[in-house]
């Protein structure tokens, strides 16, 4: 169906459990992101739903699911097999030398994989971050 927007945005729901993804749906969110797929320096000590976790609950969920938390170029691949409608990113192009450039490179990896992809960029703290939907399109 259509996406309902909210003064032009999408409304999406960050979930970590089955019972946030069940919340988000029964709320009214257009999407969800759920994490922590991975290990992420972003969140040091919480555990990871790993990519089997990821899978089922993605599996589940009557909305798109981005994953997120510990995503790399290196296994965004493994999480659109996994059911991810896209991913997003933030710590591997944030802590690259040259943020514009890293931004560049995953998206040439990892354009043909995806649907969507999430980039979070600051000019200042992460907590700051602006989240932009790129699409392939």
């Given at each position: 169906g259509a996406c309902r927007r909210w003064r032009g945005f999408l409304i999406g729901h960050s979930a970590h459990n089955r019972d946030e993804v069940r919340a988000a749906s029964e709320g009214g969110a257009d999407f969800v992101t759920l994490s922590p797929v991975f290990p992420t320096e972003s969140k040091p000590g919480a555990p990871a739903?790993?990519?089997?976790?990821f899978a089922a609950l993605a599996e589940e969920s009557a909305l798109p699911v981005f994953a997120l938390g510990g995503v790399t170029a290196r296994n965004a691949s493994s999480c659109i097999a996994a059911g991810a409608f896209g991913v997003a990113v933030c710590g591997d192009i944030l802590r690259a030398d040259d943020p514009a450039l890293a931004?560049?490179?995953y998206w040439r990896q990892c354009k043909d994989?995806?649907?969507a992809l999430t980039i979070c960029d600051t000019?200042?703290?992460l907590a700051?971050?602006?989240c932009h939907a790129?699409?392939?399109a």
């Open positions: 739903l790993g990519i089997g976790a931004h560049a490179v994989d995806l649907r000019a200042n703290e700051a971050a602006e790129l699409t392939g």
